[in-house]
């Protein structure tokens, strides 16, 4: 049996619709778990939506529709989205869907009654966008410091989740699986963060109606928080592994402990906190194992500023993917910024990239090969089985790392590996010069021209798991036996537009 690669994406708020950030999050999920595919795991790959809160009541209000109204609205053309952007999610989990909310409110019970969860009070700032309370120190005149909003002074009964009970616990976890916290880069604010003093935290609202009801206390809600993040573990049955009917089922026949923990959480860093400290305590409280790969991805910028509906910058991924192509828009996503990092989007970088990158190197390289390939020995193309010359092997040879790469997560490094072998490939014709030696000795091109070939198959296997149609294209065109009086379009044509049309 293979080998299972469980990994998610967070599940996006249905606030609004999607942006390049959440497609960010999503396509680079998308890109690992088709490579695992392609390399024989059983992959599962999760995504949905977080429906439950104080702001998605008040944005539905405001279009005059039921928060369920809205979220079936909202999660339908979400999904529609990434299916244009080519992601093949495996699972799409909604958090009002009773598959989570009923094990959501039998953990809670189940740590009630375990002494995790405990009822007391709390007397503080509360946040209405964050849904989350501030202490004094975290306000900045007088304001939320992150949505620069009024916040309400609350008192009021609250059950709270004994998080410190796990800091060491939590520590000693950190330092037994150095894998955990990725990339490493974002290890040490956690484990500051950890080491500082975990307090116990809020995990109810008396305020928010559109949440999962306390059981026994059905005027208080389930902190939205508390609630999504147990969707990683309910939406492969964790319902069914406590015993309730509503367990939900699940895809060939599986059970939780075929797919928990997951392998890989990709969040972005504003949520890394949440995923590394909390999610894990209350896995702990759980008595269940701990996901193997907690990992944050930075933040896109564009034109240097931060991306927001009032500066009226945010970019649709859907406008670039419809005007340059859906693989141009992955493409230059995981290119452009090293993945765990911070980065900008530009329309001139992305039409610099496409320019110079995909049409010049990758597209000429194709169309510069097939057309000797047909002019000088017929269309004659590698088999499968090709051991190749010097330059096919020094391409092949970068396979290796590239596994490594993509294994680490470090897409950036895996493309830049993937365009090394194309420029080689391009330098190699440059120095060669087939055209001078056709007018001598054509067919003395030969081995030099499956080289190429064979290696531009290969391109086409690495790329698959970013740029799937280009990649099928690229097999069409490389397929023996070539139609040679067929002329194919190229794969990127130039463009001078650095704009894409609205
Ligand atoms: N609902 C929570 C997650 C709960 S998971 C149990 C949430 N949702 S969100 O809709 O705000 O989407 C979060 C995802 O979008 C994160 O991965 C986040 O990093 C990503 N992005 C949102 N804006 C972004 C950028 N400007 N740049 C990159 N990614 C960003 O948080």
Redesign the pocket.
């Known amino acids: 049996m293979s080998k299972k690669f469980y990994i998610t ?7 609004g619709t999607a ?4 497609a ?2 999503t396509l680079a999920a998308d890109v690992i778990a088709r490579y695992k595919k392609a390399k024989g795991f059983d992959v599962h790959f999760l995504t949905g ?2 429906e439950h809160g104080a702001n998605i009541e008040k944005v539905s209000a405001q279009v005059g529709k039921t928060p369920q109204q809205w979220t079936d609205e909202l999660a339908s053309s979400w999904k529609k989205l990434w299916g244009s952007l080519e992601v093949e999610f495996d699972d799409f989990i909604r958090t009002t869907e009773p598959r989570h909310e009923k094990p959501v409110q039998r953990v809670f019970e189940l740590l009630l009654e375990k002494g995790d969860i405990y009822k007391g009070s709390y007397e503080g700032w509360y946040c209405l966008p964050c849904e989350n309370y501030l202490d004094e120190a975290e306000l900045v005149n007088g304001k939320c410091p992150l949505h620069d909003c009024k916040v309400e002074k609350t008192h009021e009964d609250t059950y709270f989740f004994r998080l410190s009970k796990y800091q060491q616990a939590l520590l000693d976890y950190y330092e037994k699986n150095p894998e955990f916290l990725s990339p490493k880069t974002r290890s040490k604010e956690i484990i500051n963060f950890v080491k500082s003093g975990l307090q116990d935290t809020s995990i109810s609202r008396s305020k928010v109606g559109w949440g999962i009801p306390i059981p026994g206390d059905e005027k208080k809600t389930i902190y ?2 508390f609630d ?2 147990l ?2 573990a309910t939406a492969v049955g964790l319902g069914a592994k406590l015993g309730m009917p509503e367990g939900g089922k699940l895809a060939g026949g599986k059970n939780f402990d075929e797919y928990w923990p997951a392998d890989v959480h ?6 890394y906190r ?2 590394a400290v909390l ?1 894990p305590a209350m896995l702990m409280a759980l008595g269940l194992p701990l996901p193997k790969k907690v990992f ?6 564009v034109n240097g500023e ?2 927001s509906k009032t500066r009226g910058n945010v970019i649709n991924p859907e406008d670039y993917a419809r005007d340059y192509g859906v693989d141009v828009l992955r493409y230059f996503v995981f290119r452009e910024v090293p993945f765990g990092n ?1 980065g900008d989007f530009s329309d001139a970088a992305f039409a610099q990239r496409y320019n110079s990158e995909l049409a010049n190197s990758l597209g000429n390289l194709l169309s510069r090969t097939l057309n000797m390939v047909d002019k000088y020995i017929g269309g004659k193309l590698p088999g499968d089985a090709y051991a190749g010359g010097e330059l096919y092997r020094a391409v092949a040879a970068r396979g290796a790392k590239i596994d490594a790469h993509m294994d680490a997560l470090e897409l950036d490094r895996a493309l830049d590996e993937i365009w090394f072998a194309i420029a080689e490939m391009n330098q190699a014709i440059d120095k060669e010069k087939p055209w001078a030696k056709a007018k001598t000795d054509p067919a003395g091109l030969e081995p030099f021209l499956l080289d190429l070939s064979a290696g531009l198959k290969q391109v086409a296997v690495w790329l698959t798991p970013f740029m799937p149609a280009t990649a099928a294209k690229m097999n069409a065109q490389l397929k023996a036996p070539r139609n040679t009086a067929e002329k194919m379009p190229p794969l990127f044509p130039r463009r001078e537009a650095a704009k894409p049309q609205k």
């Open positions: 994406t967070p599940l996006y708020y249905l606030s942006h390049i950030g959440h960010y999050t939506s977080d939205v928080w999504a993040l969707n990683y990709l969040v972005g860093k504003e949520i949440f995923h999610w944050a991805h930075g933040w896109w910028t931060k991306m911070d």
